[in-house]
Nanobody, 114 residues
């Protein structure tokens, strides 16, 4: 079965760092672009970053210079540094572009607060 499982979130102080992971299964992971999104309850889901099959990376302006997306084998990563309170959200992974979306996983909560 197709599955996306996010992990690595938690509570961190402003300026702190986290590494998120997304383990993919049930489809040819290496054949698809992947992306990270984030969502705050009651607000529109926001695109964060994309990585292509070849490893090229693209970022939203709001996270550029602070976040880094990578992939290996069956796992997608998001390295987050210099975290800000406005980064607080549930972070989710999925295939990219949206036409290739799978069912969303549960996501992992990132809370940036002092």
């Amino acid at each position: 079965q197709v599955q996306l499982v996010e992990s690595g979130g938690g509570l961190v102080q402003p300026g702190g760092s986290l590494r998120l992971s997304c383990v993919a299964s049930g489809f040819p992971f290496r054949s698809f672009q992947m992306a990270w999104y984030r969502q705050v309850p009651g607000k529109q889901r926001e695109w964060v970053a994309t990585i292509t099959v070849g490893g090229n990376q693209f970022y939203a302006d709001s996270v550029k210079g602070r976040f880094s997306i990578s992939r290996d084998k069956d796992t997608l990563y998001l390295y987050m540094i210099s975290l800000k309170p406005e980064d607080t959200a549930v972070y989710l992974c999925n295939r990219y572009p949206p036409e290739h979306f799978l069912s969303w996983g549960q996501g992992t909560q990132v809370t940036v607060s002092s």
